[in-house]
Antibody, heavy 122, light 109 residues
Framework: QVQLQESGPGLVKPSQTLSLTCTVS??????????WSWIRQHPGKGLEWIGY???????YYNPSLKSRVTISVDTSKNQFSLKLSSVTAADTAVYYC??????????????WGQGTLVTVSS | SSELTQDPAVSVALGQTVRITCQGD??????ASWYQQKPGQAPVLVIY???NRPSGIPDRFSGSSSGNTASLTITGAQAEDEADYYC????????????FGGGTKLTVL
């Protein structure tokens, strides 16, 4: 059974960089066909896709966040990470890591982490 | 880029059938997937592809699609189905992006 677990600071100061890591267990992050994603949810709001990294290292980001986002992968640790720079209070949200799979049924997020609340405040 | 539009809220009487819809141009190219999210919990995949349910999802959940509209149907809604439901697909603009609908709050009366 694949499991994803987010980790990182729950409190970040304005203008600093938010850094989160997602540890994947029960499967290899290097396997093809999977897109390792970060998704966030502002309090009381809907889901917002941040970006993903493919096992090959290719990355794609939400245009609204692209200038501040970096997603990277560490295959030796079976982890992928999110860095969001120059944060403001508007970046306060629950951050989820998730695995998107592609097969004959299309694309879908089959596994999610439990989510981690990150608050931006001084 | 593409957008997916959902009704903000829908209600259904206990045991009745409810349809939650999702509209967007990307649905002409990609299947929608559907997620259930209960308060304080991560989203859970309930429908993907043409009409596939992951293991453990009750068969009262089903999916369909026509043109630019995808639908999630719950036949015989139960109290535990009260939740937020999100649709999702890939952007059809060729930019490899992911899109989510704004979510539908389902109330079971």
């Amino acid at each position: 059974q694949v499991q994803l677990q987010e980790s990182g600071p729950g409190l970040v100061k304005p203008s600093q960089t938010l850094s989160l890591t997602c540890t994947v267990s029960g499967g290899s992050i290097s396997s093809g066909g999977y897109y390792w994603s970060w998704i966030r949810q502002h309090p009381g709001k809907g889901l917002e896709w941040i970006g993903y990294i493919y096992y090959s290292g290719s990355t794609y980001y939400n245009p609204s966040l692209k200038s501040r986002v970096t997603i990277s992968v560490d295959t030796s640790k079976n982890q992928f990470s999110l860095k969001l720079s120059s944060v403001t209070a508007a970046d306060t949200a629950v951050y989820y890591c998730a695995r998107e799979y592609y097969d004959s049924s299309g694309y879908y997020f089959d596994y999610w982490g439990q989510g981690t609340l990150v608050t931006v405040s001084s | 880029s593409s957008e997916l539009t959902q009704d903000p809220a829908v209600s259904v009487a206990l045991g009745q059938t409810v349809r939650i819809t999702c509209q967007g141009d990307s649905l002409r190219s990609y299947y929608a997937s559907w997620y259930q999210q209960k308060p304080g919990q991560a989203p859970v995949l309930v429908i993907y592809g043409k009409n596939n349910r992951p293991s453990g999802i009750p068969d009262r959940f089903s999916g369909s699609s026509s043109g630019n509209t995808a639908s999630l149907t719950i036949t015989g809604a139960q109290a535990e189905d009260e939740a937020d439901y999100y649709c999702n697909s890939r952007d059809s603009s060729g930019n490899h992006h992911v899109v989510f609908g704004g979510g539908t709050k389902l109330t079971v009366l």
